[in-house]
């Protein structure tokens, strides 16, 4: 079992940045791809970014690239989702998850285990 708790949600207006981090315990996660994604209200959730086992590898949704970027500190045990240049557009809850192989994958499915969700709301 892995627990992932994320943090870092909040309220920014647009042009601002925040930094979520997720954190996993219960098992290594070192070892594994994780990704983020996003659900906005009414509207099913979204990949927005996935890091391989070791950070040497990244994907981006369209809608993110050039403005996320995905990180991970594996002694830490932890992923990290830099967000620059925000509007409200991105405005959701942000969900972290971990997928028990190491390559990248941009669909939910492939993901085991999640976080329960931060949210970040991006004023006008």
């Known amino acids: 079992q892995v627990q992932l708790v994320e943090s870092g949600g909040g309220l920014v207006q647009a042009g601002g940045s925040l930094r979520l981090s997720c954190a996993a315990s219960g098992r290594t996660v070192s070892s594994y791809a994780m990704g983020w994604f996003r659900q906005a209200p009414g509207k099913e959730r979204k990949f927005v970014a996935t890091?391989?086992?070791?950070?040497?590898?990244?994907y981006y949704s369209d809608s993110v690239k050039g403005r996320f970027t995905i990180s991970r500190d594996n002694a830490k045990n932890t992923v990290y989702l830099q967000m620059n240049s925000l509007s409200p557009e991105d405005t959701a809850v942000y969900y972290c998850?971990?997928?028990?192989?190491?390559?990248?994958?941009?669909?939910?499915?492939?993901?085991?285990?999640w976080g329960q969700g931060t949210q970040v709301t991006v004023s006008s």
């Open positions: 998850a971990v997928r028990l192989r190491g390559g990248l994958r941009v669909g939910a499915r492939a993901y085991a285990y």
């Open positions: 890091i391989n086992w070791s950070g040497s590898s990244t």
